[in-house]
């Protein structure tokens, strides 16, 4: 077969199938643009359902305040009650009329906006006595129509009367004038029972009016929708509706469908062009390479039939066309041989040229928090130094011990922090962290923290505004409290003196969520897509003395991520403050009516006790605490000796660290358990390791209680107390 026509039959064999292609593909697209048109203005119409149900929740909700006002429950008080609403008319100029109806009916108080005609109260109906009514469209003369919304008084679960208002037509349609869908679009809202309450095409002729049978079929028993109905006027509309949520009323928009499908038809006719044009070029484009492939590989084949030698291999299989055979399998084998080399080549710079960033960006990130440790490590220590010294001194007033002792604690704290992060992000990438669930108000967390915050004098220089609305989520309230104090940390570091940090809490859709927001440095738009990351933190500068090893965030994502929740971070830019957003599942009615009431902790009376550590500073500090808290206290420093202690003395309880020469302390729990005296004592383990498999193992040795250093008496005594002397 010659070379002409193969490449006709290629041109055919491309034009047809793109031509068959292009036309299914256009009447699919059709669908398709006129099911996103539908879809569009569904998710419209829905939009301004939406702005409806919040007016109408915004009108109750006043209404139910009015309601709960003392003035009510005294009739020398009615009068300056009903004064207010005039008040009421001016700030809400929607309003025609507002009023108030006793338990029997009579109306107390009735007043209509000026130059509104005279608008009469709504008729008496039956109220369940709780929620508010909505009405259907009601017509006063020929030429005003209202709607009246009434919320009912309520005392002692019983309703003494309502207070109601009344919305006109005029209202209701500069309501949807507010709300334009599209230029052309037509907006109708329609009560329960298919009445026009306000239409923004010819309302003065279609208000009060039913609208036409196919709009009432299309939203008969259907929340909303979308379809294709004739209008009032007669013109042909695509439609889409929604139902209030509060009213059962019914929001409507009607675009001409011309407008609709002008915008079809135009991109179909491109799509038909282009595809016309496109066969045009091709079959022009292979006639033209066609000729210019003939010569050549005519000329190819007959140099090569005189300058081919015998030693020359042959083809395997002969082609349809004979004069590109061996050209064809040359060039093709060199060409994949080359693109697989090119391929290789680059990916390996590829991989290379990344693997070098990284190493960089790690080496860096390592450098920066051996850096950020040291300076972190020496600020407390020095202090605590400077402060031991002080104690030291025998001329030193009790003001300044007192004062020592608080600096050393601190900055023990703050040591403890430091290794806890450090700690908790090892624990985090190895899985190791196991949540203690239990049902808590993410609002209550937020002000327990911050009440901690302020008394630690920690949120003195910036101003801090709350709105925290109830938010009940099935958490483990420690780790909650450690990303809130976290969350709330990085903003007051971050805040200048005079500055403002924001905390709101609130339910939105079936989430408890959590917004931190501040005024103050903002994030780089370079690392605000990093900023969880482990030691990413902003640029810090030699006056700034907030101190921090950049693991704060890391472990706030991570945790919330445990917890089944999201942690986002925003930020317009430096110095211009940033918002963190946390939103974690909110409990069920059934996980908030199972969860068990705290118990209360008592105070433990003096026990004879056994120490059992190695750490010569550790062990006389906890028999000096213990001591002062009114215990009896030995104390031994290994394993041998603390079993004889323990087995000789008879202690009621026993600190046992984990870490002893000799044997360690689950040998010593394991030989006092095993003893053939068994005595009735309380075995408590202390050690560094803190890790929830640390304490299943020390619980199956025999040990009673698991402490974590540092040795926190306060902790011991509640320990003791919910073990010796429980409830």
Known sequence: MKIRSQLALLVVAVVVPVALLAAATTVRLWSLQREAYEQRYLE??????????????????????????????????????????????QANPEWATVGLRDTTGKVVAHRTRSGVPPIPPPAATPEDGRGPVFSDLHAIGGETFVTYISVPILRAEASQGSIYVGITQVGWLEFLRSYPVSERATLTLNDRQGIII???????????????????????????????????????????????????????????????????????????????????????????IGSRIIGAITALSLAAR???????????AVLPIEEVETVRLVLRQASALLAARDTERDAAYAREAEARAEAERSNAAKDEFLAMLGHELRNPLSAMKSASTLLGMPAARPTVHQRSREVIERQVGRLTDLVDDMLDVARLNSGKIVLERRIVDLAEVVRHVLGSFQDAGRSMHVQVATHLAPAWVFADETRLEQIVSNLLDNACKYTPSGGNVRLETAIVDDAATLVVADDGGGIAAELLPRIFDVFAQGERTLERAQGGLGLGLTVVRRLVALHGGTISAESPGLRRGATFRLSLPAATATQRAGAPPPLPAKASPPLRIVVVEDNVDNRELMQLLLGLNGHAVSAVGDGEAGVAAILGESP???????????????????RVRAAPSRPPVMLVAVTGYGTPEDRRHALATGFDGFLVKPFDIEAFERLVSERLHPA
């Open 306 to 316: 005189h300058v081919a030698t015998p030693e020359s291999a042959a083809p395997d």
């Open 198 to 288: 306000a239409r923004t095409l010819n309302n003065e002729r279609w208000v009060g009016k039913r609208s036409g049978p196919d709009f009432l079929e299309q939203i008969r028993n259907r929340d909303e929708g979308t379809s294709q109905i004739r209008g009032l006027e007669g013109q042909s509309f695509y439609i889409a509706f929604s139902r209030s949520r509060a009213a059962g009323w019914v929001l409507g928009t009607g675009v001409p469908r011309d407008e609709v499908e002008a915008s079809l038809r135009d991109s179909t006719v491109a799509m038909v062009a282009g595809v016309v044009v496109t066969a045009l070029a091709v079959a022009l484009f292979a006639i033209w």
């Open 652 to 670: 009621q309880v026993a600190i046992v660290d984990i870490g002893l020469p000799g044997i360690d302390g689950y040998e010593v729990a394991r």
């Open 44 to 89: 419209r119409v829905s939009a301004l359902r939406l702005a409806l149900d919040t007016r109408l929740d915004a009108t109750t909700r006043l209404l139910r305040g009015l309601s709960g006002t003392s003035d009510l429950d005294a009739p020398q008080m009615l009068p300056r009650f009903v004064e207010r609403f005039d008040r009421l008319l």
